[in-house]
């Protein structure tokens, strides 16, 4: 064997480590971040080469060869690989899932990561044909287009009315050949927006970053909503295109790339390449080979975006940095906004945080110098800060979840030719199906939760696991005729269009959004004022530029006054104060309209009567008393079993070793989350708490040692999440 003839090969299955794999074929072992074709058990599957070794783990005998090289060149570049290669060490996940995490799925399945082009060409054979020979009227014609142009593509064929089935049939004759060449960069359009010029503050960021865009530097920029923050992206972005670098820009949610868009794409031009969970496979594939050629010079993405190829990066930007859409909940657990900072760190460039709320955890890393500040306290326009009014539910009449004040609220607004904004984070007809007679309720059988009652299609469903039925307005156990109770996005519409029925109101919620074109078509109804009444969930609270909107109303600020979460009060303030940041955004004043059985909470009278950065420093002390982050890590192990004492049991031996192992750290479990069965699966938690990063992390790892040999850990699903963003 030569030297390097044995490879390390990471696969996306929950292994440890990487397997070793013989390079028997002639030439030199396939690169770091290459792909290839390997045999695992009696299947093939596509790993990503880790090392090359001179010696492997086993016998060489006992070490089975590559079948197939994918790649010429590596899909994932040195910097990436590397960065890659932390995540899996830090959030302690086998390698071979977050290397292909990074990849779109159809370059996990194999797919050319080179983007081609198919053309067409004669042959000796092809050309020596006569009219003498028998030949089909296409066939003529494709010979005949040959003859005149030496080689076309497959594209500009088809669009001539040949189809593929005439081509393969000449080849297969030996008449014609095809071959594949580099697709060319897609042509630019000239930009048809002008920038805006930027006030002071606006022009302070732009410079301050601007003035270390050589280097790395972290930013915080803390902007009210309204301020314009957007605009000082767009300038951010402008002096990279200068240079001729890319920008990676980063949204929360989906529902916020349309709008967005459209902005980046009418001030620069097509060069954009678009990430997110929205896109089909071949569009996400497309963005991907457009971010690694270098031909998009402007990434928009939602939180796997933090992943692009990047090849010549200038800037990362975090729009709404707070928002816990940034962790991923399942799987490879990662923060996109962490590793934007980090990633930024290693490529040498500046990052900026943006948000009107910014977390806890940002803003203490200004206090320690982590992070630079940046401020914009001054909304754009005249209209000011909109005035906002707390609704006592105790006293005041209600009519399906609105309020008589805020009802009024709403005709004094329509009156004027404005547009209003409701917020209630239920999606559904109503929460709650329930029988006055007998007291029950519609429950999910497989969570510990209540079915929702969707009525448009006469159906209840469960918003965790998915289950669905039909609906019955009967009780199972008296027969009563059932009611709905509370109110969720379809009863508050369906409540609004009785009051108002010559105006027009679009619902946007998860349901709604996950038709295709949908959530477009409702945002530039909105945006051009055909839509007067909005209804939404989250997908509103943050980042819409609503320019009409000047009455915002939320439903039920008392979701979140009472959560077990530490960060319950920090994710409600946040909400509260960006979903009134959609009224009054011009020059037209706004108000907000709250609406609460505790009108007296410190939470809400700290936000209405004083500011976020008030709000932010009192609940930092509160932090900091209770040693909760970021005044110390967590590490949380979690298991799900099909029967409860066994999830328990598998926390219950991992808090007895690591207690054995360390009495410095503190551990606290397990014990049930909020909900504990979902999906007929019972869930339990177990954390772990140090103020040393390290120390914890030591740990965790010693503890995988042990645990991942255990005979009760392959008959149970347990994953571990560092740094949670939820308990």
Not at 163 to 171: C, F, H, Q, W
Not at 240 to 259: D, K, N
Not at 433 to 449: I, M, N, P, Y
Request: include cysteine; aromatic fraction near 6%.
């Amino acid at each position: 064997m030569t030297k390097s003839s044995f490879v390390q090969v990471a696969i996306p299955v929950p292994l440890v480590g990487q397997l070793d794999y013989q390079w028997t074929k002639s030439g030199p072992p396939p690169s770091l971040g290459c792909r290839v074709r390997v045999p695992l058990g009696r299947r093939e599957k596509i790993g990503i080469v880790t090392c090359h070794i001179d010696k492997p783990s086993l016998d060489s005998s006992r070490i089975r060869e590559i079948l197939e090289t994918l790649d010429t060149e590596p899909v994932l570049n040195t910097e990436l690989f590397d960065l890659l290669c932390w995540c899996a060490k830090y959030y302690h996940h086998p390698l071979g899932e977050v290397l292909t995490h990074a990849l779109p799925t159809l370059l996990r399945q194999g797919r050319p990561a080179q983007s081609s082009e198919k053309f067409w060409e004669l042959t000796k054979t092809g050309r020596a044909l006569s009219s003498e020979d028998y030949l089909g009227k296409l066939q003529i014609r494709v010979i005949d287009l040959l003859r005149r142009c030496d080689q076309i593509s497959a594209q500009e064929l088809l669009d001539a009315g040949i189809k593929g089935s005439v081509l393969n049939r000449m080849a297969a004759r030996g008449w014609a050949k095809y071959l594949e060449k580099p697709c060319q960069m897609k042509s630019v359009t000239k930009p048809i927006e002008s920038p805006f010029e930027l006030n002071v503050e606006q022009q302070n960021c732009v410079s301050a970053i601007t003035d270390a865009a050589e280097s790395y530097a972290a930013y915080l920029l803390q902007g009210v909503t309204g301020s314009g923050k957007t605009e000082v992206y767009m300038h951010l972005i402008s002096n990279q295109l200068h240079f001729g670098r890319q920008s990676l820009l980063l949204v929360p949610e989906i529902g916020l790339t349309p709008q967005l868009l459209k902005r980046l794409e009418n001030r620069f031009g097509t060069c954009l390449a678009v990430m997110h969970s929205g896109l089909t496979a071949a569009e996400r594939l497309e963005a991907w080979r457009a971010t690694r050629s270098g031909e998009a010079k402007i990434i928009l993405g939602t939180r796997s975006a933090i992943f692009a190829p990047l090849v010549n990066a200038g800037l990362i930007i975090v729009d709404e940095e707070h928002d816990a859409s940034y962790k991923q909940q399942d799987g490879f657990k990662y923060s996109a906004r962490d590793l934007a900072v980090l990633r930024a760190r290693g490529l040498n460039i500046p990052v900026l945080l943006a948000s009107a709320t910014p977390s806890l955890e940002s803003i203490h890393n200004v206090t320690h110098g982590r992070y630079k500040e940046l401020r914009m306290d001054d909304q754009i326009g005249l209209a000011g800060k909109p005035t906002i009014q707390i609704i006592d539910m105790n006293v005041h009449a209600e009519r399906h979840g609105l309020s008589t004040p805020l009802i009024t609220a709403i005709e004094r607004h329509l009156s004027l030719d404005q547009q209003v904004l409701l917020f209630i984070n239920r999606r559904g007809f109503a929460p709650v199906l329930l029988c006055t007679e007998c007291g029950t309720v519609e429950e999910c059988d497989q969570c510990d939760a209540r079915m929702t009652l969707h009525a448009r299609i006469g159906q209840l469903w469960c918003h965790h696991c998915g289950l669905t039925r039909s609906l019955t307005w009967g009780c199972s156990i008296c027969a009563t005729e059932r009611i709905a109770v509370g109110a969720g996005t379809q009863r508050i519409t369906d409540e609004l269009q009785a009051l108002f029925p010559e105006i027009k109101i679009a619902r946007l919620d998860k349901d709604i959004a996950s038709n295709k074109g949908s959530l477009e078509s409702i945002l530039a109804d909105v945006t051009h004022g055909e839509t007067q009444i909005i209804v939404g969930t989250q997908m509103l609270a943050k980042g819409h530029d609503f320019p009409n909107v000047t009455l915002v109303g939320v439903l039920s600020a008392d979701q979140g006054l009472f959560g077990t979460d530490f960060r319950c009060s920090e994710k409600l303030g946040q909400t509260l104060l960006q979903v009134a940041g959609r009224a009054g955004r011009r020059d037209q004043p706004g108000e907000v309209f709250i609406q609460s059985h505790y009108p007296s909470h410190p939470l809400l009278t700290t936000l209405v009567q004083q500011d976020y950065d008030a709000f932010g420093q009192l609940a930092l002390k509160e932090r900091k008393a209770a040693a909760w982050p970021p005044f110390s890590y967590l590490i949380v192990w979690r298991a799900e079993a099909i029967n409860k004492k066994t999830a328990h049991a598998f926390l219950e031996r991992i808090a007895s070793t690591a207690r054995n192992m360390t009495d410095s750290i503190k551990i606290l479990g397990p014990a049930a989350p909020s909900m504990e069965k979902r999906g007929n699966r019972f869930r339990a938690q177990l954390l772990f708490q140090h103020n040393s990063r390290k120390t914890l992390h030591d740990l965790t790892s010693n503890m995988l040692l042990l645990v991942r040999d255990w005979p009760q850990a392959r008959r149970i699903r347990w994953s571990i999440d560092v740094d949670p963003a939820e308990l």
